[in-house]
C-alpha cells in the first residue's frame, strides 16, 4: 500500500523529469513556462499528465515533440509502467494523444501535418539553436567577469569549469551550457575549447564579435517568443484566477510553472477554468543562421 507522503515523493519526482523537457523553440522548461497542468498517479505506477500550449494553434510538430519528450521523460523513472499524456485544448490534440498512446511517429499519426523535415530533424534544429543561445549567454557573463576576446576564445573545459561567475543567473546559463556541450560531444576532453560552433569548429578571436551579432538574433527571437507564450497562456487560462493569484502573492505562493504569483500549485488536479475564446496568434519564425 502506498501511503500519501509516497504519492508526494513520486510527483515530485516526474515534475523534476519534467523540468529536464523543454519547449524547442524557447529552451526554456515546460514547467516553468506553465504548460503542465496535473500530474497523478495510480497503484500500478501508472502516471497521468496534463498539458495545454498558450494557443489552440500552436504547431502540431511542435505539441507532439513535447508530448514525447514528456512521456520519454516520465518512462525514464524506474518505478513508472506507463504515461498517460493529455493534451487539452488544441487543435489536433485527439490525434497527438492517440498518436503518443500507441508510440506512433509524428508522420503516422498526423499525416496531413508532417513537414518535410523528420520530428527528429526537427529536434535536431532546435538543439542547434539552444545551444547557440546558451552558449551567447555565457560569452556574455565571460566579457561581464572581464575576460577579453582571446581569453574567451581560447578557454577550455577544464578554464570553464573553475570560472565562477558573479549571479545565479549566469551560473544557470554556465551549467546549461556544459550539459548540451556533453551531450553533443563537443568538449571531449579537459582541454578542449569550448567556444566552438555547432559543427564543432573553433571560433577564433577576430570571429568572435561577428558570431555574437548572429548569436544575438537567436537570443532576440528566443525572448519574444517567450514573452508571447506566457502571455498567451496567462491570457487564455489563468484570468479568471486574479483573486487566487492575488491571495497567492501574498503568501509567496505560486503554481510551479512560469514561476509568477498567478495561482496555487497544481500538482494532482486542475482548476476548472471559464472557456476563453483561443488566440490565433502564432510564434514569429526564428532569424536563418547558418552558424
Given at each position: 500500500?502506498?501511503?500519501?507522503?509516497?504519492?508526494?515523493?513520486?510527483?515530485?519526482?516526474?515534475?523534476?523529469?519534467?523540468?529536464?523537457?523543454?519547449?524547442?523553440?524557447?529552451?526554456?522548461?515546460?514547467?516553468?513556462?506553465?504548460?503542465?497542468?496535473?500530474?497523478?498517479?495510480?497503484?500500478?505506477?501508472?502516471?497521468?499528465?496534463?498539458?495545454?500550449?498558450?494557443?489552440?494553434?500552436?504547431?502540431?510538430?511542435?505539441?507532439?515533440?513535447?508530448?514525447?519528450?514528456?512521456?520519454?521523460?516520465?518512462?525514464?523513472?524506474?518505478?513508472?509502467?506507463?504515461?498517460?499524456?493529455?493534451?487539452?485544448?488544441?487543435?489536433?490534440?485527439?490525434?497527438?494523444?492517440?498518436?503518443?498512446?500507441?508510440?506512433?511517429?509524428?508522420?503516422?499519426?498526423?499525416?496531413?501535418?508532417?513537414?518535410?523535415?523528420?520530428?527528429?530533424?526537427l529536434r535536431e534544429t532546435f538543439r542547434r539553436k539552444a545551444f547557440q543561445r546558451r552558449q551567447e549567454a555565457v560569452i556574455l557573463a565571460l566579457k561581464d567577469a572581464g575576460y577579453d576576446d582571446q581569453?574567451?576564445?581560447?578557454?577550455?573545459?577544464?578554464?570553464?569549469?573553475?570560472?565562477?561567475?558573479?549571479?545565479?543567473?549566469?551560473?544557470?546559463?554556465?551549467?546549461?551550457?556544459?550539459?548540451?556541450?556533453?551531450?553533443?560531444?563537443?568538449?571531449?576532453?579537459?582541454?578542449?575549447?569550448?567556444?566552438?560552433?555547432?559543427?564543432?569548429?573553433?571560433?577564433?578571436?577576430?570571429?568572435?564579435?561577428?558570431?555574437?551579432?548572429?548569436?544575438?538574433?537567436?537570443?532576440?527571437?528566443?525572448?519574444?517568443?517567450?514573452?508571447?507564450?506566457?502571455?498567451?497562456?496567462?491570457?487564455?487560462?489563468?484570468?479568471?484566477?486574479?483573486?487566487?493569484?492575488?491571495?497567492?502573492?501574498?503568501?509567496?505562493?505560486?503554481?510551479?510553472?512560469?514561476?509568477?504569483?498567478?495561482?496555487?500549485?497544481?500538482?494532482?488536479?486542475?482548476?476548472?477554468?471559464?472557456?476563453?475564446?483561443?488566440?490565433?496568434?502564432?510564434?514569429?519564425?526564428?532569424?536563418?543562421?547558418?552558424?
Open positions: 500500500m502506498r501511503n500519501n507522503q509516497q504519492d508526494d515523493q513520486r510527483v515530485s519526482e516526474v515534475w523534476a523529469r519534467l523540468a529536464l523537457v523543454t519547449d524547442p523553440e524557447l529552451d526554456e522548461p515546460v514547467t516553468e513556462l506553465g504548460f503542465v497542468e496535473r500530474i497523478a498517479i495510480d497503484d500500478a505506477g501508472a502516471v497521468d499528465i496534463d498539458f495545454r500550449l498558450p494557443s489552440f494553434w500552436c504547431a502540431a510538430n511542435f505539441a507532439f515533440l513535447m508530448a514525447d519528450d514528456m512521456r520519454r521523460a516520465a518512462l525514464a523513472l524506474p518505478w513508472v509502467r506507463q504515461v498517460r499524456l493529455r493534451l487539452e485544448d488544441h487543435m489536433v490534440a485527439d490525434e497527438i494523444n492517440r498518436g503518443v498512446a500507441l508510440g506512433l511517429s509524428f508522420q503516422e499519426a498526423l499525416r496531413e501535418f508532417a513537414p518535410g523535415e523528420s520530428l527528429e530533424e581569453a574567451i576564445t581560447d578557454m577550455d573545459l577544464k578554464w570553464l569549469d573553475r570560472v565562477t561567475l558573479g549571479s545565479a543567473d549566469a551560473a544557470r546559463h554556465k551549467r546549461r551550457y556544459l550539459e548540451i556541450l556533453a551531450e553533443r560531444g563537443l568538449a571531449a576532453h579537459a582541454e578542449s575549447r569550448v567556444f566552438v560552433t555547432w559543427a564543432g569548429q573553433p571560433i577564433e578571436r577576430l570571429e568572435l564579435a561577428a558570431h555574437l551579432r548572429k548569436l544575438r538574433g537567436v537570443r532576440i527571437n528566443m525572448e519574444f517568443n517567450s514573452a508571447l507564450c506566457r502571455g498567451l497562456l496567462d491570457a487564455r487560462y489563468r484570468q479568471g484566477d486574479a483573486g487566487a493569484g492575488q491571495a497567492a502573492a501574498a503568501d509567496g505562493g505560486h503554481c510551479g510553472g512560469c514561476g509568477a504569483s498567478c495561482g496555487k500549485p497544481r500538482v494532482t488536479a486542475r482548476s476548472e477554468q471559464g472557456g476563453v475564446a483561443a488566440s490565433s496568434v502564432e510564434r514569429i519564425e526564428t532569424l536563418p543562421l547558418d552558424a
